[in-house]
């Protein structure tokens, strides 16, 4: 069974910086691809951003140049680091399998406030 736990989320201030982690269990992290995705209230599951098994990364073109995204093959953990935040970027941010979105973790709060 596939696991996926988020944390690393709270409140920041304009201009600050979180690094959200997600701990994947039940099956072999290494061999897939990983995303983060985020949903803002009332709006849809948007995409942020992806890392291939091979390292690439790509980016969604509102985070990118801020948000940094990475793996630990070795720990079985995804993370994203999240610079520069806007209040835009406050959401529910989520980790997924590459193209497997239904089947992301619970989320972890980001909230981005003065």
């Known amino acids: 069974e596939v696991q996926l736990v988020e944390s690393g989320g709270g409140l920041v201030q304009p201009g600050g910086s979180l690094r959200l982690s997600c701990a994947a269990s039940?099956?072999?992290?290494?061999?897939?691809?990983m995303a983060w995705v985020r949903q803002a209230p009332g709006k849809g599951l948007e995409w942020v951003s992806t890392?291939?098994?091979?390292?690439?990364?790509t980016y969604a073109n509102s985070v990118k140049g801020r948000f940094t995204i990475s793996r630990d093959n070795a720990k079985n953990t995804l993370y994203l680091q999240l610079n520069s935040l806007q209040i835009e970027d406050t959401a529910m941010y989520y980790c997924?399998?590459?193209?497997?979105?239904?089947?992301r973790g619970q989320g972890t709060q980001v909230t981005v406030s003065s």
């Open positions: 997924a399998r590459r193209f497997d979105y239904d089947n």
């Open positions: 890392i291939l098994s091979s390292g690439t990364t």
């Open positions: 039940g099956f072999i992290f290494s061999n897939y691809g």
